[in-house]
């Protein structure tokens, strides 16, 4: 921490008692290191204008008290050494132009000449090449996106993408394909739970405690993943399935239910599209033939299917990507989530019922806003095609962004049209498979500009680097689904010289799209645009800094499909898509192989034996957030591989010895990890290290063909331990 921000520690303050006597004051925030489903409350203890503790906020209903190790780090976060203090620019031309030696040097600048100078910049490069040559891109954080959105399509670029592009767009898109939307899962009035691939532990602690309280009532839970997980104690049944062979189980689980009549026929008959070609196709998946494929017992196969499609209501919860990082990964969501509709569980109570989301993914009862109006003032067919438009039709018939994933490739072809510049938001290069052809892909571009909170390895590309504020530190919008929304307010002044990243999209807004009159009003007055028909209002909000309950919101009814359909192009759910078949993919959700895998390539497999999976959740890291962080960083230093026991055995491998992990693509140095964590033949390595950073082993293009998403989580591997010799 830095001195300026140490506190005397004498008497009173050192218990940290808010009070007069202390000069402690209590002000509410919520923590947004990680994704919007959490977003726990804080109560920041704040002396001169300094956060000295936080804490979990017990009114916030979300939450409830509780922060996991990386909020409780916050101050960590907060007053890293590594954070951005000023605009910062280049010095001297971009670092690859000939005859110049590479410049990593930055010079300070101030806002107003920042700000002009991208404003100039993005404008001429539109007049030269048009709008569809700039990109804009969020990262992480994700509140800015609703704004980022509006300046991009305003600014006339159909090229706003996230990084949604490789985290639960695909799951959406097969629930989407489906069902055109499909809901989350409802412990709370369940009886059987069916976790897939999901480990909310890690990933969503806020869900966690429901998990626990409904087992304790009797729920019973079967999960599905070949790690074990903090779940696993508290489950029935544990399908520990071979990476990547999600869908052939599925549709076995499919096969049993439909052979012992555990279907609902009603639902089937009246609101269904392609129940015979999906009977037809399941009919392969026997229990026996899908033990072949998934290293899942029969018997348990069939147990599972009988359990879930017998227990009413029975719910599903599935996560953001662990599904869908398959080089089959959207067919293979589609399998799992069509058991949903199988069963008579899609928007019961108990079930998966349909909530639709009300602010930035947020599920809020019935509360509906005008954000997607908001985040698109101009129609796509008034913009150029989106990058990955030609190469993911049906991702750009489902999802309102263009494909990230396909970045490098359309920088580097420049078809149809050039990118020149990207305009970015907490961007990480990591986050690409082949991150190092990504990197070499923003070196190509005229003009980069990101904005964050510390001075990572990608805005180190960057031309120009601006410095973006903390939640603590700026004001946002937040609904939560218990019916609740907080508008925070700054419980410390900006570090700094650092802004809010609304701040700086509306200040590039007056610069860039001046004839935009709703930007022009500015950030708050956007918020209660979109906000008009809630009839809530910041005004209203404002009054209650500690949060606001929001009633009189009526919850929208079951079953809307009765009365609706659904919002497929059939208006039924499909079990045979007919978007995909539009599209020119298999309208079944048909199973196949991931790409490299002991199965579909046994050459390559001689050389490389193990099946890599990668980016699962550790509890103390999301992504590379936290990793510069003393405390969390503490917890695991050095990158780690997972591997079990049997196979460190059969390589001489000792717990925590140095080992290479390597790729057909490439190699790193990491230490071994001996756990029953990860079933024999299988390594798991968490992502983004920076000085081992697992996505330099996987090829760019190794990707779901209807999603674009990596194939983070199937692979093939092998870890060798380091002598002397090949160290
Ligand atoms: S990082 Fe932890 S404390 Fe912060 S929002 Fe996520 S789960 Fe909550």
Not at 99 to 121: Q, T
Not at 589 to 601: C, D, M, N, Q
Not at 677 to 701: C, K, Q, R, T
Request: charged share 20%; proline share 9%; glycine share 8%.
């Amino acid at each position: 921490m830095y001195p300026e921000f140490e506190q005397v520690n004498d008497g009173l303050s050192r218990g940290k008692v808010p009070g007069a006597e202390t000069g402690i004051e209590v002000r509410k925030t919520i923590c947004s290191i990680c994704n919007p489903l959490s977003h726990c409350g804080i109560d920041a203890y704040v002396k001169n204008g300094v956060v000295v503790k936080v804490e979990g906020s017990k009114e916030n209903p979300h939450s409830g008290g509780t922060l996991c190790s990386k909020g409780n780090a916050n101050r960590q976060y907060i007053y890293h050494k590594d954070r951005i203090r000023t605009p910062l620019i280049r010095k001297g031309p971009p670092e690859g132009t000939p005859g110049y030696p590479a410049s990593r040097e930055y010079v300070p600048i101030s806002w107003e000449e920042a700000l002009d100078f991208i404003a100039s910049r993005l404008l001429k490069i539109k007049e030269e090449s048009g709008p569809e040559s700039i990109v804009f891109y969020a990262g992480y954080p994700k509140w800015m996106r609703p704004f980022l959105k509006h300046l991009a399509h305003s600014f006339g670029s159909p090229n706003y993408c996230t990084e949604s592009s490789t985290c639960f767009r695909a799951s959406f898109m097969g629930a989407a394909l489906n069902y055109g939307a499909m809901g989350p899962a409802d412990v709370a009035r369940s009886k059987c739970l069916l976790v897939w691939s999901s480990n909310p532990f890690y990933s969503n602690t806020t869900l966690a405690r429901g998990i626990l309280d409904a087992r304790e009532r009797g729920l019973r839970i079967i999960e599905v993943g070949p790690l074990i997980t903090p779940l696993t104690a508290h489950t029935d049944i544990h399908l520990r399935i071979r990476p990547g062979t999600s869908g052939a189980l599925a549709l076995a689980m499919a096969n049993v239910i439909i052979g012992e009549g555990l279907y609902d026929r009603e639902f089937v008959q009246n609101y269904t599209l392609g129940f015979e070609e999906y009977c037809a196709y399941v009919a392969q998946f026997t229990p026996g033939a899908a033990e072949e494929i998934t290293d899942v017992r029969a018997d348990q196969i069939i147990e599972a299917a009988r359990l879930y499609a017998a227990t009413k209501p029975a719910c599903m919860m599935n996560s953001a990507s662990p599904t869908t990082h398959h080089t089959n990964g959207v067919q293979n969501h589609r399998a799992i989530v069509a058991l949903v509709g199988l069963t008579g569980n899609y928007d019961v109570p108990g079930g998966n019922p349909l909530v639709p989301p009300a602010y930035l993914y947020q599920a809020s009862g019935g509360l509906v806003t005008r954000e997607p109006e908001f985040e698109q003032p101009r129609p796509w067919e008034e913009m150029a095609p989106r990058v990955g438009q030609d190469q993911y039709p049906a991702w750009c018939r489902l999802v309102p962004e263009a494909q990230a994933m396909q970045l490098p490739f359309h920088i580097r072809n420049g078809e149809p049209y050039p990118i020149r510049a990207l305009l970015g938001f907490g961007l990480n290069h990591r986050m690409w498979p082949g991150e190092d052809f990504m990197e070499e892909s923003l070196k190509k571009l005229d003009f980069l500009v990101d904005v964050d909170i510390f001075m990572t390895d990608t805005a180190r590309l960057a031309d120009l680097v601006l410095p973006a504020c903390t939640s603590f530190e700026r004001s946002e919008l937040k609904f939560y689904p218990e019916q609740y929304a907080i508008w925070t307010q700054p419980v410390i002044k900006p570090l700094w010289e650092s802004r809010s990243d609304a701040e700086i999209i509306f200040d590039l807004g007056r610069r860039i799209v001046p004839d935009d009159a709703l930007m022009q009003k500015g950030y708050e007055a956007c918020i209660d645009w979109m906000l008009e028909p809630t009839k809530l209002t910041l005004n209203e909000l404002k009054k209650h800094p500690a949060g606001y309950r929001i009633t009189n919101v009526k919850a929208p009814p079951f079953q809307k499909y009765k009365k609706n359909g659904f919002s497929t192009p059939s208006g039924k759910m499909e079990f045979t898509s007919t978007i995909l078949a539009e599209t020119g993919y298999d309208p079944l959700p048909v199973y196949k192989e991931p790409k490299l895998s002991p199965r579909s390539t046994p050459e390559a497999a001689k050389e490389f034996p193990l099946i890599l999976t990668t980016g699962a959740r550790l509890p103390m890291f999301l992504h590379s957030r936290t990793f510069r962080l003393d405390w969390t960083r503490s917890l695991r230093p050095d990158p780690m591989v997972d591997i079990n026991p049997q196979n460190a055995k059969e390589r001489g491998i000792a717990q925590e010895e140095w080992v290479s992990l390597s790729t057909s693509r490439n190699s790193m140095k990491v230490k071994a990890n001996l756990t029953e964590m990860v079933p024999p033949g299988v390594v798991n390595m968490y992502h983004d290290y920076p000085e081992a950073s697992v996505n330099l082993l996987i090829e760019p293009d190794y990707c779901d063909p209807i999603s674009g998403f990596p194939g983070f989580k199937s692979l093939l591997c092998e870890v060798k331990k380091l002598t002397e010799e090949n160290a």
